[in-house]
């Protein structure tokens, strides 16, 4: 039992998305024990309001181990316990409608993530969990029957303690990656952080600030010291600074990462996804057979938008990507984009081929941590209990959320991730209180 001089038996330390679904759990769990929330921010929920723009999409219509960077095992382990359709569920019953759109994505009905963080909100007060915001928590202490918890207001004691405070992601809303530091000094790993699901800067001289606001599908391929290390298409983004979309975010993890190691990354675009080089070549060489004088522009207007088609002669022009003195009666050189598609030289056509299938894309740099969604590293998974999410190395702790070093793709993924850890954490360490050693082994039950 716990000691009777103990200010709470269970305190969640980060109440964002994983903090309030394991306090949440944790309180229905063990309604006669006493939950309680500490958040350094003076409002909270600032990510889950901010997220999916403005209108929070918590979770995914089908959720994988793939969808996820992390050991496939480990994730299945932990999702499978509180799965996709255990979070829908629980929206619900929390008076959130829910809605699956044509991408699989699911948002709240009315569109604003102010429902969900609402309901969160009112769930812990209705289970009597105190929130105690603008409760900064700098240290954590073991002592001989639980934990000190040192906070910007003072201490406070627990019996167990529950590590939601998140990474380094979106620092604006009061993610710093403090809470590594602290399970650090407990006892525990945190593998290199790095900004994930973040858009790219590409440099000046590249043709995307004339694109900006459009959007289409795309293949991005990572490569690293020449070896392929991702390959994915999606819909990207062309913007003022660079690209982003959910192709750009997803596959950002391997380039930033790469490049903060030193590996020499490289990226680069397909336009016409799943068409290999033949094809394409294929077809534009039909296109070169017809008569009249369909230009290079409209040609490729037929399966792109036209600013890109226009604005990707134009690069290639420019850089002499295309042969720079067109055979004779064609177009003048700067208007690469106005030659007819029948006076296209089959070294000019190949070019074209390469560029609308690996085109070169001249990544300077990622845009940042205020810009990134998710964190990518933290507290190895094979340091927690994949049943429970109690710590291997330090009894009565549970590490829940983007504290771990796993990063799911853009559409859900991440938060499903933050309701199946918070809710393992919650049960678990409430089924825990009458164990005397502090285990943090406990099985969180398989929700129904």
Known sequence: MNAPNHDTDIAVVGAGAAGLAAAIF?????PDRRVVLL????????????????????????????????????????????????????????GVSLKHESTGKIFPTTDTARTVLGALMRRCDQ????????????????????????????EITATRVIMATGGRSLPKTGSDGQG???VERL??????????????????TFFHRGLSGISHQATLTTRVNE??????????LWTHFGISGPVVMDASRFWVIAHAENQNPSMSIGFFPGQPFHEVDRWLSQ???????RTIVATLAQRLPQRVARALCAYLQHSDRAAPNPPPGASPPGDFAATAMNQLSRAQRRALVHALTCLALPVVRMRGWN??????GGVPLGEIFSHSMGSRNVPGLYLIGEMLDCDGRIGGFNFQWAWSTGYLAGCAAAQSLDHGDLKGDCDAPVAP
């Open 26 to 30: 944790a309180a229905q769990c063990r």
């Open 39 to 94: 958040d350094g921010a003076t409002r909270i929920g600032a990510k889950i309001l901010v997220s999916g723009g403005g209108r929070c999409n918590v979770t995914h219509a089908r959720v994988a181990p793939i969808d996820f960077n992390a050991p496939a095992r480990v994730v299945g382990q932990i999702i499978q316990r509180f799965d996709e359709q255990a979070a829908s569920r629980w929206f619900e019953s929390l």
């Open 127 to 154: 289970l009597r969990v105190p929130i105690m915001n603008g409760h900064r928590v700098h240290e954590v202490h073991r002592t001989p029957s639980g934990y000190a918890i040192h906070h910007q207001g003072g």
């Open 180 to 182: 590594w530091s602290i």
């Open 187 to 204: 006892g525990h790993r945190v593998t290199p952080t790095y900004p994930a699901l973040v858009p790219l800067v590409l440099a000046e």
């Open 227 to 236: 070896k392929t290390v991702d390959c994915r298409t999606g819909d990207l």
């Open 287 to 293: 296109a070169t057979d017809q008569p009249g004088r």
């Open 371 to 376: 810009y990134a969604e998710v964190t990518a």
